[in-house]
């Protein structure tokens, strides 16, 4: 028996349906478990046709080109006499189609396709093959699956995928104590494989062919065995299947050769309880249409998104039953209409092709037809994205974001090539709505920090990004740099509409976006701007996979499991409150005051929430807002250091989610310690490619080395594609016992970060001072401190005076960002007995210089 996990949907059945399901599910990052009676892939079945649905779901699933490669198009379609002639020939049919739906039809060994998608599928430890399933206990809220060699399986919901004759089916009729229903048999087949024949031409009604074989289906009007099935061969053997080539030919020809018997109808009960079927377990058309595969991998395709949304909606992802009976009979109903649809047609299809009465062969003769079933844009595309947001009150953000796009378009038009746009405005939603906005109309937008930027270094960005277009989220931040914009022409200010305009309640049409991962992740989303105190600032653009760093580090690179030892798995899915600025703060702006915080977090109770550590400690320091930090289960953390009596007040009352990483890295994935006491320390995961180089003393330089098997985890290599190795500038000291647990300590640069994450380049400021002759030395400091403070030390034999350096600072800060400057009162001049401390080669040391003066640089912030 398997242990409680996550949640995990068992599937019986490794045909096109549980495959399909199978790679969704991956995708969906859903666990699951795979069993077949049988060996994947058996070596029986002929070709099968798959039609633009089920391509498309193929090229979601990112296996278009091995599709490609292993099959053929379809191109028409004949239909001939019994002289061999053709009487009608369907030409452009297939032409259509592509036209209509942007994919091919295509014919591809049945084998060589189930296969493929085997052989796609990460973790080959999910599918269990020779795994008959027997019985179905739902007990629980679980189901327990039994098979027939007595294992058995836990999980939360089965996916009866094992075709017509479904076991899961029975037992799902049995649970209900119900007659198990039956579908109707009228014809049946004689289906086989013949080698290739040179005469024969490549497009054949109901005889395919695909790269190397040529597949038939010969249908007859009732059930027969295999003495019938010699009979008619016999019967048949004349029959010309094109002007040169006879029936017998074929069959001498062939390879393999069966009977089936054709089912067909839709079941009206598709699920009880957690159990669901999928594919033929719930729908069969006879095969002359060539639907039932790609009907079946539709309904895949909805199962995964239907479980998709129930687990991102509920608390804690672990639908309950009422949430599972609802996502079931939404599927259900989804599906249903589609499938009677589809069945009739492909009926009508085998009838007419049969001669079934005078009718039949009237039609048929008269007005042949390839059947043709709506190509509905919303069946069978996998969801997860803009749809599964419409979901559960969630509407309301999609039509913000569709109603964003068609804004910023009709503001700005669509995007010339590798263009971009500022974006700057109020800290609100609109920030995350316009990065994603942006990838649906491919235009990267650019996120400047304008509290920290010169404007010699904003010009320079705007340069190296060609903008365009500069997008105020009001006319005062479009106004927010006219100045220094007015010799940029070619830079166009326009003003975005308020939040609230986009919440209204018209009716947003839909900003259509469809790709696969594959075919965007390298696409520039937005950028970002590295520290930009006084120099330049450099743009660094992130691309869709580099954004998505920190969603997949929950994953091995195996794609296998989730790791449990990494941090952030158990976040997901709960509340979580976000208590700092979505993007750093224009103006004058504090970060929201503990008070406010204080009221949100009595009002909402969210598991969890994110802070910057000024806040947790002032929260700390108040009864009320202590006992309301300490009720959720999680804090995140980042920006800068937690003092250390707040986080030892913490450590063993809340889990604490450290995030760290920068700029240009995104997120490091870190392991949860096992002892909460230790929170002083991050564990890092070596496999992940850190190291620690040696700098001076206890102090390590934290390095990342490139691992191509773990690339998702390094955002380093994916901003920076050639680099092998990258050096973070951060220094740590190593656990004296642990491996792997590492104790921050500081920069091994000089980049200051300031409370509410503004970046300073600190030798840049200090260099203003040491060119003074009275001065011997100066160090910026101010790491986590809401603005940047000065420690002079004066030349020996020279006289300095505080108002001297204090007109020193006025003139710097005249060449400064306002939100970066010195106050003129952070300054403090370093006695003879405590000069700055420096390192071997001179430089200063910053960490000691800074434990030297901690008292007077805590006073400084009082
Ligand atoms: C002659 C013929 C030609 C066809 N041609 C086409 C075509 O060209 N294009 C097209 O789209 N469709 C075609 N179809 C239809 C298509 O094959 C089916 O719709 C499709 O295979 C259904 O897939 P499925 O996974 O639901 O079921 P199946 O393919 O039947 O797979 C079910 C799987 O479940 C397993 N299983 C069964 N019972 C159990 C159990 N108790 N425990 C565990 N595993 C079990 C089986 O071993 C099997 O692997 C054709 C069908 C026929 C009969």
């Known amino acids: 028996m398997e242990a409680q996990g996550r949640f995990k949907v068992l599937i019986a059945g490794a045909g096109i349906t549980g495959l399909t ?79 209509l739906t942007g994919y091919d039809t295509r014919t ?130 004349d029959y010309p299947i094109t002007e040169k080539v006879k029936f017998a030919e074929l069959w001498e020809n062939r ?194 920090e304008p509290r920290g930027l010169t404007d010699s270094g904003l010009l320079s960005l705007l340069e190296h990004t060609k903008c365009s277009y500069w997008v105020g989220g009001s006319s005062s931040y479009t106004d927010l740099k006219k100045d220094v914009l007015e010799t940029r022409t070619e830079i166009a200010l326009s003003t975005l509409p308020p939040l609230r305009h986009f919440f209204q309640d018209e009716k947003a049409q839909d900003y259509t976006f469809v790709a696969t991962w594959n075919e965007i992740k390298a696409n520039p989303v937005f950028v970002v701007q590295s520290s930009g105190t006084t120099g330049d600032p450099r743009p660094l653009s992130y691309s869709l996979e580099m954004s998505t760093v920190g969603t997949f580090s929950r994953r091995l690179p195996d794609g296998s499991e989730e790791n449990p030892e990494l941090r952030f798995t158990g976040i997901h899915g709960t509340r979580v409150f976000e208590a700092i600025p979505i993007w750093p703060p ?16 009595r009002k909402i109770q969210p598991d969890g929430g994110f802070y910057v550590p000024s806040t947790i400690r002032e929260l700390c320091l108040k009864e009320e807002s202590l ?33 760290v990483g920068s700029t240009e890295t995104s997120r490091w994935p870190l392991r949860k310690l096992q002892d909460p006491r230790e929170w002083r320390y991050y564990w890092i995961d070596e496999r992940l490619g850190y190291r620690l180089e040696h700098v001076d003393g206890d102090l390590y330089e934290l390095a990342l080395e490139r691992k191509p098997e773990w690339r998702r985890f390094q955002g380093a290599f994916i901003m920076f594609p050639t680099l092998d190795i990258y050096h973070t500038q951060d220094l740590y000291t190593p656990h004296p016992t642990k491996p792997g647990h590492v104790r921050y300590r500081g920069r091994k640069d000089d980049l200051l970060k300031l409370t509410w994450l503004a ?44 108002e001297e350096v204090q007109s020193t600072i006025k003139l710097l800060n005249q060449s400064l960002s306002p939100d970066i400057c010195i106050p003129l009162q952070n300054v403090i001049i370093a006695s003879a007995e405590r000069p700055l401390v420096r390192l071997g080669k001179g430089t200063l040391d910053r960490r000691r210089t800074i434990d030297d003066y901690k008292e007077e640089i805590e006073r400084l912030y009082i």
């Open 586 to 601: 224009c103006h004058e702006a504090p970060l929201t005051p503990a008070p406010i915080i204080t009221e949100i977090l």
């Open 21 to 99: 399901l199978a790679h969704c599910l991956e995708k969906a990052d859903i666990d699951y478990t795979l069993f077949d009676k049988g060996i994947i892939a058996p070596p029986f079945g002929n070709t099968i046709t798959i039609f633009p649905h089920g391509i498309r779901i193929l090229h979601q699933l990112d296996f278009l080109n091995q599709i490609k490669n292993q099959s053929a198009p379809m191109g028409g379609s004949n239909c001939r006499g019994s002289n061999g002639k053709i009487f009608a020939a369907c030409e452009k049919y297939f032409t259509v189609l592509r036209s």
């Open 627 to 659: 006992q309301l930090l300490k009720k959720q289960t999680y804090l995140m953390y980042g920006g800068a250091p937690l003092d250390e009596w707040v986080g030892d007040l913490l450590c063993t009352e809340v889990d604490f989610h450290v995030v």
């Open 759 to 802: 970046k300073v380049r600190a030798s840049d400021l200090e260099e203003h001072f040491n060119m003074q002759p009275n001065i011997r030395a100066a160090m910026v400091g101010g790491n986590g401190k809401p603005s940047p403070f000065l420690i002079i030390e004066p030349e020996t034999d020279k006289e300095l005076g505080l």
């Open 255 to 448: 390879t393999r050769a069966q009977m089936v018997s054709l089912e067909e109808g839709v079941f009206d009960h598709w699920f009880l309880d957690r159990i669901v079927l999928a594919g033929d377990a719930a729908h069969k058309v006879t095969p002359n249409s060539g639907f039932g595969g790609s009907t079946a991998m539709e309904d895949a395709v909805s199962i995964a998104n239907a479980i998709h949304t129930a687990i991102t909606t509920c608390v804690h992802r672990r639908p309950n039953d009422e949430e599972i009976r609802s996502i079931l009979q939404h599927y259900q109903e989804s599906r249903i209409r589609r499938a009677k649809r589809i069945v009739k047609v492909g009926g009508e299809m085998t009838r007419r092709q049969a001669y079934d009465g005078w009718m039949n062969y009237l039609q048929y003769r008269c007005a042949p037809k390839l059947t043709f079933v709506e190509f509905k844009e919303e069946q069978g595309l996998l969801r997860w994205g803009d749809h599964k947001l419409r979901k559960k009150g969630q509407q309301r953000y999609v039509k913000l974001l569709l109603s964003l796009g068609y804004s910023l378009e009709e503001r700005i038009g669509l995007p010339k090539e590798l263009d971009s746009c500022v974006y700057v405005g109020d800290n609100d939603l609109r920030y995350v709505f316009i990065m994603i906005a942006s990838q649906k109309s491919r235009r990267q937008v650019v996120l400047i």
């Open 108 to 237: 591809i060994g049945r084998q060589e396709f189930l296969q493929l998608m085997y052989d796609r599928l990460p973790d080959k430890r999910k599918v269990f093959e020779r795994a008959r399933v027997e019985r179905v206990v739902t007990e629980n809220s679980k189901i327990r699956l039994v098979l027939a060699d007595g294992r058995e399986f836990i999980g939360d919901l089965l996916v009866g995928a094992d075709g017509v004759h479904s076991k899961v089916r029975e037992l799902m009729w049995n649970n209900a104590t119900r007659i198990v229903p039956t579908m109707k048999t009228t014809y049946a087949a004689i289906v086989g494989l013949s080698m290739p024949m040179s005469d024969l031409e490549t497009f054949e009604a109901v005889v395919n062919t695909s790269h190397n074989k040529i597949s038939f289906l010969i249908i007859y009007r009732r059930k027969f065995g295999e003495e019938d099935m010699k009979v008619l061969i016999e019967k048949i053997a």
